[in-house]
């Protein structure tokens, strides 16, 4: 049995919407869309690594809220412990690094983007009501 690397996701609602994102060529599932977030480095708590990995990708400070759940997903090359949390954005403008491409959606909208395998637990709970933005 592999080892489960930790990665976390943020559910980051502003007016309505949720704040999605889409994975660029350089990493496995290219173009598909995801919560932003990321690996969680040694010594890091999941709530760090995701202010560290926002404030990376779209140079904002987000406070992070309730743990929403996780989700195992088992890829071909990698195994990963998918942590979701209710995450706010302390009031800054987003300026996404790089040509990183973002959308902000509303929870209707949801199904009309590609998401990865370990991200649709959390569309699918978002669209049921099951987590309440």
């Known amino acids: 049995m592999r080892e489960i690397v930790k990665v976390t996701a943020a559910i980051l609602e502003k007016d309505g919407r949720i704040l999605i994102d889409q994975r ?12 932003p977030g990321g690996k ?13 990995e926002l404030k990376e990708e779209f140079d904002i400070e987000v406070y992070v809220g309730s743990f929403l759940g996780s989700n195992i997903q088992h890829y071909e090359h990698i195994s990963i412990e998918l942590m979701t949390y209710r995450t ?22 949801l199904s009309q983007y590609d998401f990865a395998p370990a991200d649709r637990p959390f569309v699918d709970r978002l669209r049921r009501g099951e987590i309440k933005i």
């Open 24 to 35: 660029n060529s350089k990493y496995h599932l290219t173009g598909k869309w995801e919560f």
């Open 88 to 109: 706010f954005c302390n009031g800054t403008q987003i300026t996404p690094k790089g040509n990183k491409k973002y959308e902000w959606v509303t929870i209707e909208e």
């Open 40 to 52: 969680i480095e040694t010594n890091e708590t999941p709530e760090e690594c995701l202010a560290r």
